[in-house]
């Protein structure tokens, strides 16, 4: 039986999110992909009972994004909010998602609203001052600086989120138990397998001697691939060896061999 997908909250993040939430503290949390940053996320916005506003940035996030746009309907100019305004105006939660992949004049645009104030001034359109609604909460999430194309956020944007959420893969035993709440079938010992080899790939990835660390996406898609029938080991070159392929033949090698020694020919 495949059991609820929800947030298992092997971390107390949930104990920390609620705090800051009741003291509207914003919260920053840092962590390498595919941790649980977004699913624990979801799961505190539904438990709040609140509206979930969700920004991912990349290089082309812009200000209006944020902010909103001028719209020109039959004559007339109207404005259509932005996200950020439009979770001040609600009290809702907002997910900045990817926070330290956004451009220098997003982030300090953001940084406006952000302070102790809580307001931020509609230059774009009618000059208004937007107050946050009191119940407005933002959780933010950056990646490890070791992640490509990733900037370090400038200090004065770092200290806005004063509460600072660390996630990192869970132990293996915290991680099946989680994969088991996305794929229900009866291959515990393989599983277990799997999980290991993910966790010795990221360890080599941590001391650079691969090019590339396995996320708990991947442990959930090698268990969904057991469950369809698929033996561990070609389950294990699919969803672990062949992503190396991508660095060239002798990446792809090492971690082919490390596969074999583990799960045999
Ligand atoms: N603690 C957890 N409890 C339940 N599912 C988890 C947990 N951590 C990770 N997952 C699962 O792993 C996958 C990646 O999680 P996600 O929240 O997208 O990570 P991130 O946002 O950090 O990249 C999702 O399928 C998610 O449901
Ligand atoms: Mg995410």
Not at 91 to 104: F, H, M, Q, T
Request: charged share 25%; net charge negative.
């Amino acid at each position: 039986m495949l059991q609820s997908s929800a947030y298992l909250d092997w971390n107390n993040s949930f104990d920390i999110l609620n705090k800051a939430y009741d003291s509207s503290l914003f919260v920053l949390i840092i962590g390498p992909k595919g941790t649980g940053k977004t699913t624990l996320v979801r799961d505190f916005a539904n438990s709040k009972d609140t509206k979930l506003e969700s920004i991912n940035f990349s290089l082309r996030t812009r200000e209006s994004h944020l902010i909103g746009t001028k719209t020109l309907t039959q004559g007339t100019i109207g404005f259509d909010e932005g996200i950020l305004i439009r979770s001040m105006k609600e009290g809702s939660i907002l997910y900045l998602d990817e926070l330290n992949a956004a451009e220098a004049d997003v982030l300090l645009r953001l940084d406006e609203a952000l302070d102790d104030r809580r307001q931020i001034i509609l230059k774009e359109s009618t000059g208004e001052t937007i107050n946050a609604n009191q119940k407005w909460f933002v959780v933010a999430t950056i990646n490890p600086l070791t992640h490509v194309g990733t900037k370090e956020l400038p200090p004065q944007l770092l200290s806005r989120f004063p509460i600072r959420i660390r996630l990192d893969y869970p132990p293996e035993e915290t991680e099946f138990e989680i994969v088991k709440r996305h794929a229900g079938g009866n291959h515990d010992d393989s599983l277990k397998q799997g999980i290991k080899l993910a966790n010795t790939l990221r360890q080599a990835a941590a001391v650079e001697e691969l090019y590339y660390a396995p996320s708990l996406r991947e442990t959930i898609a090698y268990a969904k691939l057991l469950d369809s029938g698929l033996s561990a080991k070609k389950a294990a070159d699919i969803v672990f060896a062949n992503v190396y392929g991508q660095w060239g033949n002798v990446e792809y090698q090492k971690v082919s061999d490390i596969i074999t020694s583990m799960f045999g020919k």
